[in-house]
């Protein structure tokens, strides 16, 4: 099995910054694609970023120029640096991991943190 923990959410004012992340352990074989999603209630969760194992990445359009996703591939670690926050991000955070265990090497599958909420005050 593969467990991800999220931190650094929190709630900050318009303009502010906060830096999410997200650490991947477990019985991990091989990681490929990590990212982040975020949920409002009531609506469902959509793609905020995204980042290969070669590094390359994917915004949605509402967060580019914004938001910095990274990761360090030695710590299973991926990060999302988020910047000039705004009151639409307010939302919860989840990280989401494409992988590979052990004991399934040759079965991908998603793998999904417990969320962290970021707020956002006008």
């Known amino acids: 099995q593969v467990q991800l923990v999220e931190s650094g959410g929190g709630l900050v004012q318009a303009g502010e910054s906060l830096r999410l992340s997200c650490l991947a352990s477990g019985s991990i074989f091989s990681i490929n694609a990590m990212g982040w999603y975020r949920q409002v209630t009531g609506k469902q969760r959509e793609l905020v970023a995204d980042i290969t194992s070669g590094g390359s990445t994917n915004y949605a359009d509402s967060v580019k120029g914004r938001f910095t996703i990274s990761r360090d591939n030695a710590k299973n670690t991926v990060f999302l640096q988020m910047n000039s926050l705004k009151p639409e991000d307010t939302a919860v955070y989840y990280c989401?991991?494409?992988?590979?265990?052990?004991?399934?090497?040759?079965?991908?599958?998603?793998?999904w943190g417990q969320g962290t909420q970021v707020t956002v005050s006008s």
């Open positions: 989401n991991v494409r992988g590979t265990t052990v004991q399934a090497k040759g079965s991908s599958r998603r793998y």
